[in-house]
């Protein structure tokens, strides 16, 4: 077979963004000729490779299918080339030939630009540029389907959603057609997307069925082949968070669960998952504090962490109902802490605990040889004491 590369040429009104951005994905669809931009260089699209990707292009034969960082599946049919900006901004644009994009759900959006346009879409968008040699009149042809499509254009905006459209060079709003056209039709289709979705679902589906029967080694294998297929599924840090804990990981626990309350707030906290970032932060305190407490004699020649320091709880000398001041003057210096560059403030939680099991008290915080010890198993090379009085 000899492969042959076609290269349309299109009116000067199309835009992409400038060189040197890129997106990161992973091919999971080639066939026949398909390239990949990365650094500056084309090469050859293989099925299942990584890629920073600044443009993808497929031949007169080829076909491409990539897998971003969120989720979202880029189609390119025959003889099509787009070009993206960087993932912070989820957005590409159509060169030539044509484009079918889905998004991980119809909350999701990515921008795509044709001509001098832009289109904010969201679900199922398929594009397709009819130039030279095309018997239709010249444009961008789209779809959308499940989801918004948005055309801003200079003066107004447009929003689309399941309607058939052309964008022409010749005006600004977008023509509404009535009847989908040939250049539209073809087996790159929304069925095609579904599935590559509907698989992840499934695996997704597979490994929290296998966590349920305690069948951690498959659970784990297929979440993390969900990871790698569609970053943006954030419930995949939730199992393998609690995988971890059955594991008795509890520092990767820890991080997972952490990782999941940050990605998707309001779903950690309907899964009480603070309660048990809360459980495990206090367990893994406890036994960093036990492991410096019994390495003592070895952490007394241990250099300490370079610009770290330690603020102890400060001392009250003065009536007693004073007492819990204590805790909010040495809150006080930490925050102030916290803002000078370079350095690094230990956590109050941890100096705290290591003073409890020294079963230091208030007498025996502002002492010196107290301090220098907790300084050591704190491996802090500056530590901060005082007291307050108030009558």
């Excluded at 789209?142 to 929003?159: K, L, T």
């Excluded at 698989?199 to 979440?223: C, H, M, Q, W």
């Excluded at 007693?320 to 909010?328: E, F, H, L, Q, T």
Aim: with cysteine; aromatic share 6%; net charge neutral.
């Amino acid at each position: 077979m000899c492969n042959r590369w076609i290269w349309l040429p299109l009116a000067a009104a199309i835009l992409w963004p400038t060189a040197g951005f890129s997106a990161t994905g992973r091919v999971v669809l080639v066939e026949n000729e398909a390239m990949l931009e990365q650094a500056g260089h084309w090469v050859p699209a293989r099925l299942g490779m990584d890629v920073e990707v600044s443009a993808a292009s497929t031949g007169v034969a080829g076909r491409l299918q990539l897998r971003m960082k969120d989720g979202a599946l880029i189609v390119l049919p025959p003889a099509s080339k787009v070009q993206f900006s960087d993932d912070s901004k989820a957005n590409l644009a159509l060169v030539l030939g044509g484009l079918r994009l889905t998004t991980t759900s119809p909350d999701v959006f990515w921008t795509v630009r044709a001509l001098d346009r832009q289109i904010r879409a969201s679900g199922y968008l398929k594009l397709h540029t009819c130039m030279t040699g095309c018997t239709l009149p010249a444009g961008v042809y789209g779809r959308g389907h499940g989801g918004e499509a948005m055309v801003e254009y200079a003066g107004g905006r447009s929003v689309l959603k399941e309607k058939i459209f052309r964008l022409s060079s010749t005006g600004n709003r977008p023509e509404v057609l009535v009847k989908p056209p040939s250049i539209l039709d073809d087996d790159t289709n929304l069925t095609l997307a579904e599935l590559a979705r509907q698989a992840v679902t499934n695996r997704l589906l597979t490994g929290i069925e296998a966590f349920r029967k305690s069948d951690y080694l498959v659970a784990k294998a297929e979440l993390l082949a969900v990871q790698t297929e569609n970053p943006s599924e954030t419930v995949v840090s939730y199992y393998l968070g609690l995988i971890a804990l059955e594991q008795q990981d509890n520092a990767q626990a820890l991080l997972l669960l952490q990782k999941y309350l940050k990605d998707d707030p309001q779903a950690a906290i309907e899964r009480e998952v603070p309660k048990t970032i809360t459980l495990l932060s206090t367990h893994q305190l406890q036994e960093e504090v036990a492991r410096a407490l019994t390495q003592e004699k070895s952490l007394a020649n241990a250099p300490p962490e370079p610009n770290s320091i330690a603020v102890q709880t400060f001392a009250s000398r003065g009536d007693p109902i004073y007492r819990a001041m204590a805790k909010g003057i040495a809150a006080v210096v930490i925050a102030d802490l916290t803002q000078v560059p370079g350095l690094k403030v230990l956590e109050r939680e941890k100096v705290q605990k290591l003073l409890a099991e020294m079963r230091l008290g208030d007498s025996g915080l502002t002492e010196e040889s107290s301090a220098v010890r907790s300084g050591r198993l704190m491996r802090a090379e500056k530590v901060i004491v005082g007291s307050f009085g108030a009558q």
